[in-house]
Nanobody, 124 residues
Framework: QVQLVESGGGLVQTGGSLRLSCTAS????????MGWFRQAPGKEREFVAV????????NYVDSVKGRFTISRDNAKNTVYLQMNSLKSEDTAVYYC?????????????????WGKGTLVTVSS
């Protein structure tokens, strides 16, 4: 079973940048599609980004396209989310997740593992 731990969250001003990391242990992430999700106060958890096992394919929710970039380093067992041009509506707890297929992650179905989340607060 893979365990996931997110880091890199914090307080940032509107327009600023943060890079989130998700480090895995217990099992290599090389066979998993990986994703980032977020949950804002009073809202349901939503899909943010997905990346396939090789890192060659990715997708994003429309609201972050052009601002966020997901990447992975399988040798380091780590997935990243670079967030630029942050907006107040990006404020949320960000979760990392591992799934058996790209489609499962994109649709938030039958995830194999979730991290506990890291808080991102964007202030104006």
């Amino acid at each position: 079973q893979v365990q996931l731990v997110e880091s890199g969250g914090g307080l940032v001003q509107t327009g600023g940048s943060l890079r989130l990391s998700c480090t895995a242990s217990g099992r290599t992430i090389g066979s998993y599609a990986m994703g980032w999700f977020r949950q804002a106060p009073g809202k349901e958890r939503e899909f943010v980004a997905v990346i396939n096992w090789s890192g060659h394919t990715s997708n994003y929710v429309d609201s972050v396209k052009g601002r966020f970039t997901i990447s992975r380093d399988n040798a380091k067992n780590t997935v990243y989310l670079q967030m630029n041009s942050l907006k107040s509506e990006d404020t949320a707890v960000y979760y990392c997740a591992a799934g058996r297929t790209y489609s499962n992650v994109e649709k938030n179905l039958n995830m194999d593992a979730w991290g506990k989340g890291t808080l991102v607060t964007v202030s104006s």
